[in-house]
């Protein structure tokens, strides 16, 4: 009797330094941080709530039937902007490459013209076609005091006039007049030639005009070479060169530039109609009149893929057939189109 009555004072003791430990074990717990929890799924068994993880996933992430925010195609459509821009700034440069070369050209040119060298030349040959032209011209009048010419010269004159005043007021002339315009054309032709190899042969005895001529041949000879020359060294200046080279990868960069612009719009309109099909259903699946008017989770509860229109809805899937064997009728038996 002793020893059952002293049992309780004898444990008293350990029982105070157990619950002193079990209360040091629990602050220490609750001071210490929180540890990761063995799955962060909160659709598994046994998952448990992260917030950090709720904040890093954008919402309705792998759910394309909930929502905008992750099934506009954004990227499609701000690469568009982007895209029309470099092509309009490629189209640009390869223009203004363009110009500045033309501009380029013209300069070089301009000053060749202008300076010593071929000023000199040209001012040469002006002087050889006006020594050519005053010795022609000397010969022509001296050949007015022939009578043949002089003949020649009145008949075509006449011809001239007779050609006038039978020239078909209509615009279909018979075939007379055709006829009679064509005989005197003829016969002035034959006039004209004649009159040519007078003057032709009345040139050619003369010395001063053929001396004359061979100098304004001279003459433009020397400047078309130089010239020819000064073009053949402007294609083969190293400005030139390098200008052509620029604008030749800028044609390759700006017929880039368009093709992916217009495969960025192809993209984008794709995507576009995607996700409008995506989502065409959304304003009456989210609803308040869904339970009366369109169901949660098709359009209607009552109309398309309602349980009492077309379709199954929420009893049956969509079509007239009954649920198959083994599906709860009461249940969601919905198919996501």
């Given at each position: 009797m002793h020893t059952m009555r002293t049992a309780p004072a004898?444990?008293?003791?350990?029982?105070?330094?157990?619950?002193?430990?079990?209360?040091?074990?629990?602050?220490?717990?609750?001071?210490?941080?929180?540890?990761?929890?063995?799955?962060?799924?909160?659709?598994?068994?046994?998952?448990?709530?992260?917030?950090?993880?709720?904040?890093?996933?954008?919402?309705?992430?792998?759910?394309?039937?909930?929502?905008?925010?992750?099934?506009?195609?954004?990227?499609?459509?701000?690469?568009?902007?982007?895209?029309?821009?470099?092509?309009?700034?490629?189209?640009?440069?390869?223009?203004?490459?363009?110009?500045?070369?033309?501009?380029?050209?013209?300069?070089?040119?301009?000053?060749?013209?202008?300076?010593?060298?071929?000023?000199?030349?040209?001012?040469?040959?002006?002087?050889?076609?006006?020594?050519?032209?005053?010795?022609?011209?000397?010969?022509?009048?001296?050949?007015?005091?022939?009578?043949?010419?002089?003949?020649?010269?009145?008949?075509?004159?006449?011809?001239?006039?007779?050609?006038?005043?039978?020239?078909?007021?209509?615009?279909?002339?018979?075939?007379?007049?055709?006829?009679?315009?064509i005989a005197v054309a003829t016969v002035k032709m034959g006039?004209?030639?004649?009159?040519?190899?007078?003057?032709?042969?009345?040139?050619?005895?003369?010395?001063?005009?053929?001396?004359?001529?061979?100098?304004?041949?001279?003459?433009?000879?020397?400047?078309?070479?130089?010239?020819?020359?000064?073009?053949?060294?402007?294609?083969?200046?190293?400005?030139?060169?390098?200008?052509?080279?620029?604008?030749?990868?800028?044609?390759?960069?700006?017929?880039?530039?368009?093709?992916?612009?217009?495969?960025?719009?192809?993209?984008?309109?794709?995507?576009?109609?995607?996700?409008?099909?995506?989502?065409?259903?959304?304003?009456?699946?989210?609803?308040?009149?869904?339970?009366?008017?369109?169901?949660?989770?098709?359009?209607?509860?009552?109309?398309?893929?309602?349980?009492?229109?077309?379709?199954?809805?929420?009893?049956?899937p969509v079509g007239y057939a009954p649920p198959p064997p083994?599906?709860?009728?009461?249940?969601?038996?919905?198919?996501?189109?």
């Amino acid at each position: 009797m002793h020893t059952m009555r002293t049992a309780p004072a004898r444990f008293a003791p350990a029982f105070l330094a157990l619950f002193v430990a079990m209360t040091f074990a629990g602050i220490a717990a609750l001071a210490a941080p929180p540890t990761q929890p063995a799955t962060d799924d909160t659709n598994q068994p046994g998952g448990m709530y992260n917030p950090q993880q709720q904040q890093q996933q954008p919402p309705y992430m792998g759910d394309p039937y909930r929502g905008y925010v992750t099934d506009f195609p954004s990227q499609e459509v701000d690469v568009v902007p982007v895209a029309r821009a470099q092509s309009a700034r490629f189209r640009a440069e390869h223009d203004l490459a363009m110009r500045q070369l033309h501009r380029w050209v013209d300069q070089q040119w301009d000053d060749y013209l202008h300076s010593r060298e071929y000023t000199d030349a040209s001012n040469a040959e002006k002087k050889a076609a006006d020594d050519y032209a005053r010795e022609r011209d000397r010969v022509l009048k001296r050949l007015q005091n022939d009578s043949n010419y002089k003949t020649l010269q009145d008949l075509i004159g006449d011809l001239n006039a007779q050609m006038n005043q039978g020239r078909p007021r209509s615009n279909t002339p018979n075939v007379n007049e055709m006829d009679n315009v064509i005989a005197v054309a003829t016969v002035k032709m034959g006039y004209a030639s004649t009159l040519t190899a007078m003057e032709a042969a009345a040139l050619s005895a003369d010395n001063a005009v053929q001396d004359a001529r061979n100098r304004l041949m001279d003459a433009a000879n020397r400047t078309r070479d130089m010239r020819d020359r000064f073009a053949r060294s402007v294609r083969h200046d190293q400005d030139f060169v390098a200008g052509r080279s620029r604008i030749d990868d800028l044609m390759v960069e700006r017929i880039v530039a368009d093709n992916f612009l217009e495969g960025a719009i192809n993209a984008r309109n794709i995507a576009l109609r995607y996700s409008y099909y995506l989502h065409r259903w959304d304003q009456y699946r989210n609803s308040v009149y869904g339970l009366y008017g369109y169901g949660s989770y098709g359009y209607g509860g009552y109309g398309y893929g309602g349980g009492y229109g077309y379709g199954g809805g929420m009893t049956q899937p969509v079509g007239y057939a009954p649920p198959p064997p083994g599906v709860n009728p009461n249940g969601s038996y919905m198919r996501r189109y």
